[in-house]
């Protein structure tokens, strides 16, 4: 049984321009849910995707966004990059918007980000 | 307003002794708690979480949790630990309240084992 896999696992992009990630969830699953966390801090909640729809959004300026296609894939794709982008982007996949309050998630392992 | 609060930042422990790792939380509504655990380089792994039955939650690898709404606290621990248990430790909240589905992830606990 599949886990959440994410692509690429490490990338490095100059200021100014654009990046997309990758995520495939969990056999089964069909919502996504994107996390960045910075160096030495805990998880920041980006955005939700459920039916290739935003479910919901956490405190992330515009050049954040993302998409969810029909097999429940999901892309985040972040504009004119800022240094302070550099983290890792951490994907989140469970079933259903509300079942995570029962299930918690299941995390990939991650795209390492680097601002130079 | 949803909170979660990690009170150490670091934790250090020689192998074979006891593990606690303290989490406070704020929620209006009735939560779902749970504890990740990252290694380094790794995705976060589900360890428990406690889902309102039982209030002393058990998980994996040796780990438990109890649920204490009074002190509004659900601190992670462990009889015996491992060096394999070096990692980074996250408490999570989650609810579902008039503004919605929120979960929050606390700042970490970095628990360090010492042969």
């Known amino acids: 049984d599949a886990g959440v896999t994410q692509s690429p696992t490490h990338l490095i992009k100059t200021r100014g321009q654009q990046v997309t990630l990758r995520c495939s969830p969990k056999?089964?699953?069909?919502?996504v849910s994107w996390y960045q966390q910075a160096l030495g801090q805990g998880p920041q909640f980006i955005f939700q995707?459920?039916?290739?729809?935003?479910?919901q959004r956490g405190n992330f300026p515009d050049r954040f966004s993302g998409h969810q296609f029909p097999n429940y894939s999901s892309e985040l794709n972040v504009n004119a990059l800022l240094l302070g982008d550099s983290a890792l982007y951490l994907c989140?996949?469970?079933?259903?918007?509300?079942?995570?309050?029962?299930?918690?998630?299941?995390f990939g392992s991650g795209t390492r980000l680097t601002v130079v | 307003a949803q909170s979660v609060t990690q009170l150490d930042s670091h934790v250090s422990v020689s192998e074979g002794t006891p593990v606690l790792l303290r989490c406070n939380y704020s929620?209006?509504?009735?939560?779902?708690l749970f504890w990740y655990v990252q290694h380094p380089n790794k995705g976060l792994q589900l360890l428990l979480k406690?889902?309102?039955?039982?209030?002393l939650v058990k998980g994996i690898n040796g780990f438990e949790a109890e649920f204490k709404k009074s002190e509004t606290s659900f601190h992670l621990t462990k009889p015996s630990a491992h060096m394999s248990d070096a990692a980074e430790y996250f408490c999570?909240?989650?609810?579902?309240?008039?503004?919605?589905?929120?979960?929050?992830f606390g700042a970490g606990t970095r628990l360090f084992v010492k042969a």
């Open positions: 995707y459920y039916e290739e729809e935003e479910r």
């Open positions: 999570v909240v989650s609810d579902l309240g008039a503004g919605g589905f929120k979960t929050i």
């Open positions: 989140a996949s469970s079933l259903g918007v509300g079942q995570s309050l029962n299930y918690g998630y299941t």
């Open positions: 929620s209006s509504y009735s939560p779902s």
């Open positions: 056999s089964g699953h069909d919502t």
């Open positions: 406690y889902t309102s039955a039982a209030t």
